[in-house]
Nanobody, 123 residues
Framework: QVQLVESGGGLVKSGGSLTLSCAAS????????MGWFRQPPGQDHEFVAA????????YYADSVKGRFTISRDNAKSTMYLQMNSLKPEDTAVYYC????????????????WGQGTRVTVSS
């Protein structure tokens, strides 16, 4: 089973940018479609973005479309989330997970949540 570690979170002002990383260990990273999820304070986890196993297809929640970019480097077993034009409502703990689903049905995380990386956007 692939092991994942999120990093890159921090405190940023509204309108700023951050890039999150998700480092995978194990030989099976390229077998998985991958996704980012987030948990805002006091709320449930929500889908943010997904990328296909090859990296050729990407999907976004409406709330981040046009501001966030998901990508992956299979040679480095790492996935990224470039976040631009950040808003206070983007404040959350961000998690990466393998995903199951499709653009019509939506995407669900596979496996257990890790520690995540906290993003705080000040107004």
């Amino acid at each position: 089973q692939v092991q994942l570690v999120e990093s890159g979170g921090g405190l940023v002002k509204s309108g700023g940018s951050l890039t999150l990383s998700c480092a995978a260990s194990g030989p099976t990273f390229t077998n998985y479609h991958m996704g980012w999820f987030r948990q805002p304070p006091g709320q449930d986890h929500e889908f943010v973005a997904a990328v296909s196993d090859s990296g050729s297809k990407t999907y976004y929640a409406d709330s981040v479309k046009g501001r966030f970019t998901i990508s992956r480097d299979n040679a480095k077993s790492t996935m990224y989330l470039q976040m631009n034009s950040l808003k206070p409502e983007d404040t959350a703990v961000y998690y990466c997970r393998p995903v199951a689903g499709d653009p019509k049905q939506g995407y669900d995380p596979v496996g257990s949540w890790g520690q995540g990386t906290r993003v705080t956007v000040s107004s």
